[in-house]
């Protein structure tokens, strides 16, 4: 099993503060993705990282492929309260099957 | 277009009870898989259909578990008989291509109590 480990767990800022938050593997990727989680809701699709080194850009929020592709990054500009959520890194192993990382708790308060 | 559609949203069964979870994924996916979550742990895989047709299942805890998908449309996860740690969200998907940039769409889970 390709292990997705993803840091810090929780985090904690004020409404206007930027934060990044890793996921990291010792294994290699062919892709990464990065998904939101909302209470009593599933898993929203963010982006989906495929080229080592590759940078993504969705409004205020910026996702990183390493080089390696073995960790990625995403990085948020000017965090609102309405980016609350869990942040969940996830990556495909030899088949279709996707191994997910624990998650980032990301709590913005006004 | 619709999304992928789980009911019941909760279930309370007795430890050795039988549910049936069921997933309705969206129009045209001819892939659809089952995932669980839980508590305290990540996101897991249980299975993948293709159509009607079980591709992996790799990630199926034990015998307890039976997943369907007649006529490769719904699908249905049976859980008989149900134990204490079974507990947890179980999700699904959908997708409509398996490339390598593939993205999934969730359903928003139903979550599973045994007592």
């Known amino acids: 099993t390709q292990l997705l480990e993803q840091s810090p767990q929780f985090l904690s800022i004020q409404e206007g503060e930027n934060l990044t938050v890793y996921c990291n593997s010792s294994?290699?990727?062919?892709?990464l993705q990065w998904y939101r989680q909302e209470p009593g809701e599933g898993p929203v699709l963010l982006v989906t990282?495929?080229?080592?080194?590759e940078v993504k850009k969705l409004k205020r929020l910026t996702f990183q492929f390493g080089d390696a592709r073995k960790d990625s990054s995403l990085h948020i500009t000017a965090a609102q309260p309405g980016d609350t959520g869990l942040y969940l890194c996830a990556g495909p192993n030899s088949g279709y099957a996707l191994n997910f990382g624990k998650g980032t708790s990301l709590l913005v308060t006004p | 277009e619709a999304g992928v559609t789980q009911f019941p949203s909760h279930s309370v069964i007795e430890k050795g009870q039988t549910v049936t979870l069921r997933c309705d994924p969206i129009s045209g996916h001819d892939n659809l898989y089952w995932y669980r979550r839980v508590m305290g742990k990540e996101i897991k895989f249980l299975l993948h259909?293709?159509?009607?047709?079980?591709?992996?299942e790799s990630g199926m805890p034990n015998n307890r578990f039976l997943a369907e998908r007649t006529g490769g449309t719904y699908s249905t996860l049976k859980v008989q008989p149900a134990e204490l740690e079974d507990s947890g969200v179980y999700f699904c998907?959908?997708?409509?291509?398996?490339?390598?940039?593939?993205?999934?769409?969730f359903g928003s889970g139903t979550r599973l109590t045994v007592v």
């Open positions: 294994s290699v990727f062919s892709s």
């Open positions: 990282v495929v080229t080592g080194g």
């Open positions: 259909f293709v159509k009607e047709s079980k591709q992996d």
């Open positions: 998907a959908s997708s409509q291509s398996r490339g390598r940039s593939y993205g999934y769409t």
